[in-house]
Each structure stands twice: as C-alpha cells, then as structure tokens.
Nanobody, 120 residues
Framework: EVQLQASGGGLVQAGGSLRLSCTAS????????IAWFRQAPGKEREGVSC??SSDRSTYYADSVKGRFTMNTVYLTMNSLKPEDTAVYYC???????????????????WGQGTQVTVSS
C-alpha cells in the first residue's frame, strides 16, 4: 500500500525558511516521480516542484524557482513570501523517466497536507 505523509509546516515570518518532509512507503522510488503541490484558500491546487524517477532531475514552478529546492524526502523553502501561504501536499506518480510534470493528474497518490503560513 502506498502511503505518503507531509510534515514540517508552521508559521514563519516573510524572508524565513522552512523544511517540509515527505515520508513515503509502499513503492519504488526508481519508478515514481515525487512532487509537491500547494493549495491556498479559494485557489486551485498548483504544482510547486517535482523530482523525476530515473535521474532525480528537479523542476520548479516559476513562482518558487531559486527559493525552493527538493530531493525525494525534503522540500526546503527559503526567502518565504506571504503568497507562499498554503497547505502543502506531497504526491507520488508512476512516471518512469528523466522528466516529471507539475500536473496533479499525473499523481495517483497523495499524502495529507501540512499548513505553511508566512506572515508579512
């Protein structure tokens, strides 16, 4: 059974940092891409970053590029802005190869989210 759990959220001031963790089990990382999504109140869930299954290539949304980095376990968020406030979810999808996609339809497994709040 595939299970994922996001943790590490909290309240931080603008300009600060947080590191989120994605605890996952039940699948082979060599066959699955891992991604982070976020959803702010009243907004659609949007892709933040992903890491491919084969060579661990990473991709980032323009809004977080240069500030966020991820590996298969952690999402490190620096220079946080109030607009980064959202519930963050980690997800896993069967995507074999050197690319990954920030499209929620590509991910069949989701963990419970963790709240990130950035105060101004």
């Amino acid at each position: 059974e595939v299970q994922l759990q996001a943790s590490g959220g909290g309240l931080v001031q603008a300009g600060g940092s947080l590191r989120l963790s994605c605890t996952a089990s039940g699948f082979d990382y060599d066959d699955y891409a891992i991604a982070w999504f976020r959803q702010a109140p009243g907004k659609e869930r949007e892709g933040v970053s992903c890491i491919s299954s084969s060579d661990r290539s990473t991709y980032y949304a323009d809004s977080v590029k240069g500030r966020f980095t991820m590996n298969t376990v952690y999402l490190t968020m620096n220079s946080l802005k109030p607009e980064d406030t959202a519930v963050y979810y980690c997800a896993a999808g069967f995507q074999y190869g050197s690319s990954c996609y920030l499209d929620k339809r590509e991910y069949g497994y989701w963990g419970q989210g963790t709240q990130v709040t950035v105060s101004s």
